[in-house]
């Protein structure tokens, strides 16, 4: 194990944080199979943490008070190193703070901590935000963890579906280089069932932005099955590779990238928070092994 990184172990399950990014790396059952898609070359990561940004910005500029700062999609969080804040065989917690870097592609002071804690057959990673500064800060924040899919090798892909917790009627967005359409798709669920097929994503992200669910079940007729819970999050995404990637992603969001007619000041961006000075915010989401 690498030096900076912190192996967890817990009933039935076992997983691994690396300080760059404060990334969740490995996350196997009592079984030991991996269930986390291992950064191939299709995908170059396993479980980034997205902020101060989720998706794209339009010209890839955050605009604060008529000022424009370069910022990449999903933003900086996941290619910063963070601080290892406390760290034992059951929890972890890492700590990214701004510095001069930072203020030049987002122009405020913050504390982001993001702790992983193993219970009896589940992960819980929780996002706390603080604004350290003395102005009103806009931000966003999501998770991205991609697993394996299939998750046995033998099992076909279209076996698998994501069964959510309540029916999703609701219609949902699609993605055009990166940046929100306007217009709503009907939704491939049906009732509370999405059957999962490498040609959903021939679009792009499939974004529930209102899903009813608070969990929902990623699993096969047999073999391991996930459920990923959130809470504090308003929005899902659910994403592989289009054209085909042996991973899924399972995205609890607070925020969404930036319509492709939107140009204005980052605290007007539709889905974004905003939090008061010395104000902090606690949100997160659990996976849980069957």
């Not at 203020?103 to 819980?124: H, K, S, W």
């Not at 007007?268 to 104000?279: N, R, S």
Request: with cysteine.
């Amino acid at each position: 194990m690498a030096q900076d990184s912190q192996a967890l172990h817990g009933e039935g399950i076992s997983a691994v944080i690396v300080g760059q990014g404060a990334e969740l790396v490995s996350l196997r059952n009592a079984d030991g199979l991996e269930l986390l898609w291992q950064a191939g070359p299709a995908w170059r990561r396993h479980s980034p943490v997205l902020f101060p940004i989720v998706g794209r910005l339009k010209g890839d500029q955050l605009r604060h008070r008529g000022q424009a700062y370069p910022m990449t999609q999903h933003g900086f969080a996941r290619d910063k190193p963070f601080a290892w804040a406390q760290r034992s065989s059951r929890s972890c917690t890492l700590v990214l703070t701004d510095d001069a870097e930072t203020r030049t592609r987002y122009p405020f002071a913050f504390r982001l901590a993001v702790t992983y804690r193993l219970g009896e057959g589940q992960l819980d990673i929780e996002f706390e935000i603080i604004n350290t500064g003395d102005e009103p800060m806009p931000a966003s924040i999501g998770a991205h963890p991609a697993f394996n899919w299939p998750l046995l090798p033998q099992v076909p892909k279209e076996d698998y579906c994501l069964t959510f917790a309540e029916d999703e009627p609701a219609p949902i967005r699609r993605l055009k280089d990166g940046l929100l359409l306007p217009e709503t798709k009907p939704t491939p669920i049906q009732g509370k069932t999405l059957a999962l097929s490498e040609r959903l994503f021939d679009d792009d992200a499939v974004i529930l932005d209102r899903p009813a669910s608070t969990s929902v079940r990623y699993s096969a007729e047999r073999g391991p099955a996930i459920e990923v819970s959130w809470h504090g999050c308003n929005e899902l995404g659910i994403w592989s590779k289009p054209g085909g990637a042996p991973f899924l992603c399972i995205e609890p969001w607070h925020g969404i990238a930036s319509p492709v007619d939107f140009d204005g000041e980052f605290a007007d961006k539709p889905g974004v928070m905003l939090i008061e000075p010395g104000a902090r915010r606690l949100l997160g989401y659990r996976i849980g092994l069957g």
